[in-house]
């Protein structure tokens, strides 16, 4: 299967980065950018985007990049340092970039940004790639 064909299957049963609205730019083997417009329901109580939703379009980037070489791969470890607030509007942008593929680990940093550039937050993953392989097991089941 290709990077864009295992997106699709992820992305079809992933309500949660579908309730983000989140948007496909590019996926590639350990690469993928998404972008997400914020909504109101997505503001805290200071009128500002919670911080739950960067790390969710981050975490959400980083989930596609890592299951793009065709093995299922789950977060084992993730961390993020937000740089700037996020306003009702603004549009984001998440840049996944693979940093280190190994057998059955792998690391991912994630930059969120503005379309103009400004860095929003920067999201790094550690990934464990299963056996288990796009196109053949399908959706792995989680316990």
């Known amino acids: 299967m290709t990077p864009h064909d295992i997106f699709n299957e992820m992305m079809a049963k992933d309500q949660f980065s579908q309730w983000l609205g989140i948007e496909?730019?590019?996926?590639?083997p350990g690469t993928c950018t998404l972008?997400?417009?914020v909504r109101h329901e997505m503001l805290n109580g200071f009128g500002i985007a919670h911080g739950g939703i960067?790390?969710?379009?981050?975490?959400?980037?980083?989930?596609?990049?890592?299951?793009?070489?065709?093995?299922?791969?789950v977060s084992i470890h993730c961390t993020i340092e937000h740089v700037a607030a996020v306003k009702l509007g603004d549009v984001l942008l998440a840049e996944a970039t693979e940093e280190r593929l190994g057998n059955s680990v792998s690391n991912y940093a994630?930059?969120?940004?503005?379309?103009?550039?400004?860095?929003?937050?920067?999201?790094?993953?550690?990934?464990?790639?299963?056996?288990?392989?796009?196109?053949?097991t399908g959706v792995a089941e989680q316990k």
């Open 35 to 37: 972008q997400m417009t």
């Open 24 to 28: 496909l730019i590019s996926v590639g």
């Open 54 to 73: 960067s790390f969710s379009l981050a975490d959400s980037a980083f989930a596609f990049a890592c299951n793009s070489h065709g093995r299922h791969a």
């Open 110 to 136: 994630i930059k969120v940004v503005k379309p103009d550039g400004e860095p929003v937050a920067f999201f790094r993953g550690v990934a464990y790639r299963k056996k288990m392989e796009w196109g053949k």
